[in-house]
């Protein structure tokens, strides 16, 4: 969303937290930019240069302010519009700056179906710097957590942000951000109380509380957190979630192939419009992965500015307005997609059931600060190469040990890819082309694993039921309405049967 001048200053007076994360201050007599969030004195307006994004902020000469800290502000609200392709190539390459991954624009072009060249120029016209550029400020924001948040070496940092050396991390570091790693370390005392133990954030066994990491992470007001806390709270898995009494929703986690696995809790902090996360200090490594898993698991990114108007389509008086409406992912879209396809036609209890059975029969344990919690949800490559027969004996019919088992594989082999990052339409065909996945489990995965806004399945029971029909074409020609956020619906209309309104 463009803002006037004028405008955009008044949201840094009131410090307005609906615009975190699309609107950024650059300070000319400090050479600083911050959130509009951030509690500093406030700067003269003749002294503020206004930004849609933090690498255009860099780019204009602008070092990141230590006390907002812009690494923790929401991402990008995806759209399907005109500006979409250039918000979805921004989007891919934040997935590839978190998990620490090599870029290649030709190919990020190719799975957005467009060439280079038309990718460079709708990206620059769109947010006013190169990918490039783009890719790199990502880079550097989180290497900035990673040396404010934990222990790793400025060595693990680089690598962990796909910097081919250390020496050039500290030279691009230096020159973007104004600071060396090492100075920015010392500049941050909190830092180190961190890494010493410091205050717990969360409730957790003395044991192991003073070792545990903690980060926080911001999203935009307004957020639905008794919805959210309500689906989450509804298919916990035994021995791999829980959620108490004071919504605080725990899990294990083995957050890639090969990493070592762990745990993480959070709860939300609404006072602050952000969450609050600790983990187990074997993740830390891969603190941005982390940190993109749960951004994703929690729909933090959202803009319910964009997304609250079209909600208003609904058929009110019905349904009364609920704002801030977020779509629940999950931490890994492997999982996602099995809960998917094991949900298909049985109630959400009946799901967990089988879920909670598979993960008994395939997780391998884990340690954590709760006995209750002590399964790693299966890996592709354990239910790729499991007997059929055993996954048959849980319970679940043939059609639908094919559909895992499939899927499985194709995951496992890297065919398809279930995460934020991966190219819509090229993954929903994969995933069409399996046997077991119908159009539901197409459209849910997209929702769930793929984070996208618009998938809408049009023939789901419930959204049936909450709009009185069922009569699935007459569902798919009402839901034009809801675009391009028709995910946003689905949960609405899935809510109205829970709560009733």
Known sequence: MTLEPDAAYRVLQSHDARFDGRLFVGVTSTGIYCRPVCRVRLPRRENCRFFANAASAEQGGFRPCLRCRPELA????LVDSPQGLAQHAARMLEYAARHGQPVQLPAIAAKLGVTDRHLRR????WHGVTPIDYLTNQRLLLA?????????????VAAACGFESQRRFNAVFSERCRLSPSGLRRAQPRALARRRGGTPLLRLPDALACDALKVRLAYRPP???AGVQRFLAARCIAGVEAMDDQGLWRRTLAASQGAAPGWLALQFLPERHEVEVMMSPSLAPQLGRINALVRHALDLDADPALIDPVLAALPWPRFTAVPGIRVPGGCDGFESAVRVILGQQVTVAAARTLTRRLVERFGETVETP???????FPSARTLAQAPASAIGELGIVRQRVGALQALAAEVHHGRIALDRGAPLAATLDALRALPGIGEWSVQLIAMRALAWPDAFPASDIGVMNALGTRDAK???????????WRSYAVMRLWQSLETGT
């Open 74 to 77: 929401p991402g990008l609200s």
């Open 122 to 125: 709708i990206f620059a016209a």
């Open 144 to 156: 900035k957590q990673l040396l404010t948040d934990t222990a790793l070496s400025v060595a693990d």
């Open 223 to 225: 957020y639905d957190i």
């Open 370 to 376: 709760w006995p209750e919690l002590n399964r790693l």
């Open 474 to 484: 007459a569902v798919a020609a009402m839901s034009e309405n809801w675009r391009p």
